[in-house]
């Protein structure tokens, strides 16, 4: 449904672009996790999807030559001094949203967002986790084949941040494209189909979860100060390479009977390591380590 073909964008005043020949495509159905530390390009990107920036270089395609975007920016996007109700009747408006369809997708972020005894206070009034859930509502509420989350669910309890999520992912059940950012890693984990990750404005990895992750099971071991001599011996007798790391060891990938030979090992020791950890890699431990440790 949506085609960059070698996209730039550069802020006034900077030397280094904001963006630098981005090549992407998504389709319907499908949500794209995308990742990068702070200044690595995502908002730009948002921002010239949802026509905040202009396009400068490169082309934008879309299927349908007037694409309807549901946006939830990072920054908050009503009006402080209207009640949560008037708000949200206000964009209703503005989305042109009539009868029995505006009625029931009113109701429907309301619910989603738990903002039903919140109605009539005004939303400056609101904690900071409750104004994020209406800044939600609001973007949820625009009928759109494409859902924009810039850091949608900063400041939101955990209880109401599986509702948002359980949201995004019932959009590409139902055949919305979507393209989530959050420094939350396991959010992204859980409603991504595709990973893409941005550094310094250009694309540096963009996979399949499931090939970005894979199947293997892994282990990650840390002691107080070092891991105890013979480990090292073990790990070559059972064909083990391991990553060595300041106060321990990660293996990417063990079977059972290796497994439980390294665990009788560290079972035999004087002193228990303070991190043992086996499975499969989390989205984080991977994106720390391409991002060179930073979030």
Not at 3 to 27: D, F
Not at 83 to 88: F, I
Not at 102 to 108: A, I, M, S
Not at 272 to 285: I, K
Request: hydrophobic share 40%; net charge negative.
């Amino acid at each position: 449904m949506l085609e960059l073909k070698c996209v730039s964008h550069c802020y006034p005043g900077t030397r280094r672009a904001a963006l630098q020949s981005i090549n992407l495509q998504l389709n319907a159905g499908e949500c794209l996790g995308l990742l990068g530390s702070n200044g690595a390009g995502k908002t730009t990107l948002l921002s010239l999807l949802s026509g905040v920036l202009a396009l400068q270089q490169g082309e934008l395609r879309w299927d349908s030559s007037q694409p309807r975007l549901g946006l939830v920016p990072q920054q908050l996007a009503f009006y402080a001094g209207l009640k949560v109700g008037e708000n949200l009747e206000l964009f209703a408006d503005l989305y042109r949203l009539r009868g029995t369809e505006r009625r029931q997708r009113l109701q429907q972020c309301i619910d989603i967002c738990a903002l039903e005894d919140k109605l009539t206070r005004r939303s400056e009034q609101l904690s900071g986790g409750e104004q994020r859930r209406l800044n939600f509502a609001i973007g949820l509420l625009q009928p759109a084949e494409l859902y924009l989350f810039d850091e949608a669910t900063v400041g939101v309890d955990a209880n109401n941040r599986q509702s948002l999520l359980a949201a995004v992912e019932a959009l590409t059940a139902d055949g919305k494209a979507v393209i989530y950012t959050s420094h939350y890693l396991e959010e992204v984990e859980r409603v991504a189909q595709r990973i893409l990750l941005l550094h310094e404005g250009q694309v540096r990895l963009d996979l399949d979860k499931r090939q970005l992750l894979g199947d293997d099971h892994g282990l990650l071991l840390e002691w107080p100060d070092a891991p105890p001599a013979g480990l090292d011996e073990l790990l070559a007798r059972l064909q083990l390479h391991a990553e060595i790391l300041p106060k321990g060891l990660r293996i990417a990938a063990l079977n059972s009977q290796q497994l439980l030979a390294i665990s009788e090992f560290i079972a035999a020791q004087d002193g228990l390591p303070n991190l043992l950890r086996f499975g499969r890699p989390s989205l984080e431990q991977l994106y720390l380590r391409l991002n060179g440790g930073r979030l």
